[in-house]
DNA sequence: TATATGCGCAACTAATTGGTTTCACAAATT
DNA sequence: AATTTGTGAAACCAATTAGTTGCGCATATA
């Protein structure tokens, strides 16, 4: 099974779990009321994330505190870097445009 | 069937092509070229993209090209922002230790 | 005109996914 | 001591996935 941050964030449910623990640790049950789902299908997804590795656990008495491993999101960051460059070459390039498009102005 | 643009990134292959794609355009034989996979696989994981709605094609004869619509990959980007802000926070946050810090030293 | 090439697509397969129902167990509450 | 609550995990299911093989069709080449 592929077990990345890229499985991790391709489900939908997931991106909506990853989004509310990445502000405050909670229980499976809890995040289970937020939005529509059981709290047996919240812990499935816990375990991929966990197999996933972006979240953290901390247990309290009979309850387990989830929480987002933010760090790691930044390897999304990383992989979009490749089409950073590309969007700065063609910003790059607008900008050539508009400065030769201003020497013909001048030149006239 | 999910078709967005994060099912569109979950697989490595389909990553591979993205990142193909996105600096020129190519056929699927030439992507199939490029690594251990059939054409047929790689027509399928364009069929997808396609779907996604993230690549663009040109026909030039027999022959396909196909290209990645980068500005598509910002909304990954936009989708990371939520978790910029909470690293921005707490860079923020080292940030008032570090004057913190500073403040204690100059009071000595 | 006959053959080779590039392609999409349908049919099939094994594996994976995302969900449900049901259970067991530990911790809290009565 | 009995019951309720919070949880992980197993068994099951329908749907989806990622790949293969084989086909048909249009375009190029001989």
Redesign the pocket.
């Known amino acids: 099974?592929?077990r990345d941050i890229f499985?991790a964030i391709?489900?939908p449910?997931?991106r909506a779990i990853i989004t509310i623990i990445a502000l405050q640790a909670m229980?499976?049950?809890?995040i289970a009321e937020n939005f529509n789902?059981?709290?047996?299908?919240v812990?499935?997804?816990?375990?991929?994330l966990t197999e996933c590795d972006i979240v953290k656990?901390e247990q309290q008495?009979?309850?387990?505190y989830y929480t987002l491993d933010i760090e790691k999101m930044k390897e999304i960051d990383i992989w979009l870097d490749q089409f950073r460059q590309i969007w700065e070459t063609r910003f790059n390039q607008l900008d050539d445009v508009l400065s030769k498009l201003k020497n013909e102005k001048n030149e006239k």
């Open positions: 099974m592929r499985q391709a489900d449910t997931r229980t499976p049950n809890a789902t059981s709290r047996q299908a812990s499935k997804h816990l375990r991929i656990q008495g009979r309850e387990i």
